[in-house]
Nanobody, 122 residues
Framework: QVHLVESGGGMVQTGGSLRLSCAAS????????MGWFRQAPGKEREFVAG???????TDYADSVKGRFTIHRVNANNMYLEMNSLKSEDTAVYCC????????????????WGQGTQVTVSS
């Protein structure tokens, strides 16, 4: 069974930094794009960042451009560097994978992790 496991969440003050990691198991994701999504209380899940299977192509939500960076270590591991965190970044962050190119749409992704909580306090 495929598993995506996130780690690295926690509580940080406004302006601080965190690194989230995502590790996939049970199959090789060499042909899969991966992405990060987040969901704040009372809101829908939204796209944060995506990366191609090769790691050469990335995409970001406007709200995180210039502050977040997505990296792909290898086929099954990626991480999200989050800097200059704001209170509005508070959410549960999930990693996801899909065969093909990265997209911004929740419904396009086949595999999901359980998520890790990020809380930014002022």
């Amino acid at each position: 069974q495929v598993h995506l496991v996130e780690s690295g969440g926690g509580m940080v003050q406004t302006g601080g930094s965190l690194r989230l990691s995502c590790a996939a198991s049970a199959r090789t994701f060499s042909s899969y794009a991966m992405g990060w999504f987040r969901q704040a209380p009372g809101k829908e899940r939204e796209f944060v960042a995506g990366i191609s299977w090769s790691g050469d192509n990335t995409d970001y939500a406007d709200s995180v451009k210039g502050r977040f960076t997505i990296h792909r270590v290898n086929a099954n591991n990626m991480y999200l560097e989050m800097n200059s965190l704001k209170s509005e970044d508070t959410a549960v962050y999930c990693c996801a994978a899909r065969l093909g190119v990265a997209t911004e749409y929740v419904g396009d992704y086949e595999y999901w992790g359980q998520g890790t909580q990020v809380t930014v306090s002022s």
